[in-house]
């Protein structure tokens, strides 16, 4: 996950998300979860020239942890969320954590 999302201006939210599902061919069993929870279900089909920064890193955080990913590597995830998110993202980190899951590997923060 990078500090700085360079998704494409013209592309939907939705759009956007359909492709990472598709490159991946997982099911994104977190993904409902996640736009509840984020409020992604707000802008979910306008294009990333319309979103605030705020937005575009709750869409980073989505596509990040909408997999049971094994690795995870996330530079500077908290900058430009909001306490709120912020304090949502810190309780996943501690969830993958807990769940003592066999695939999870690692996880990487840098700040």
């Known amino acids: 996950m990078p500090q700085t999302p360079g998704f494409p201006?013209?592309?939907?939210?939705?759009?956007?998300?359909?492709?990472?599902?598709?490159l991946k061919q997982k099911n994104a069993i977190y993904m409902e979860k996640l736009i509840v929870d984020l409020q992604i279900n707000k802008f979910w089909h306008k294009s990333f020239n319309q979103l605030s920064d705020d937005m575009e890193q709750k869409v980073n955080l989505?596509?990040?942890?909408?997999?049971?990913?094994?690795?995870f590597i996330l530079d500077e995830p908290t900058i430009g969320l909001d306490p709120q998110v912020t304090f949502l993202f810190k309780n996943l980190v501690k969830q993958k954590k807990a769940k003592k899951n066999p695939s999870f590997k690692n996880l990487m923060i840098t700040n």
């Open 62 to 71: 989505l596509q990040a942890f909408m997999f049971d990913n094994s690795l």
């Open 9 to 22: 201006p013209n592309l939907k939210v939705s759009e956007l998300i359909t492709m990472f599902i598709k």
